[in-house]
């Protein structure tokens, strides 16, 4: 069973490194710096890697930065426009930084 699941798109860029952080809501702000999570694909629950969870931070829709956007892998605007559309009316968030640390 997988404790994490992201949409399959990302995959790559998570093995890849580029994908270091993932934003959510409250109901995955439980999540723990030091924690080891199974990751799997949304779309099918498939598990792809293990993650360690670097740190939980608050944080608001209105404040996300280029540097969130860099660590998403995507531009600010295209970020913005995501996660709108998993928690559209959501914005109190938490950036949630992990590390790949088995594929």
């Known amino acids: 069973m ?47 890697c293990t993650i360690k969870v670097l740190s939980v931070t608050p944080t608001l829709l209105s404040v996300l930065t ?5 660590q998403e892998n995507m531009t600010l605007e295209v970020l913005r426009d995501v996660i709108n559309d998993i928690y559209p009316g959501v914005t109190q968030l938490y950036v949630i930084a992990f590390e790949v640390v088995s594929a």
């Open 66 to 70: 280029d540097e969130h956007a860099r």
């Open 2 to 48: 997988n404790d994490i699941t992201f949409f399959q798109r990302f995959e790559s860029d998570i093995l890849a490194g580029r994908k270091t952080i993932t934003i959510r809501d409250e109901s995955e702000a439980h999540f723990e710096p030091g924690q080891i999570l199974r990751v799997g694909r949304y779309e099918d629950d498939g598990y792809f």
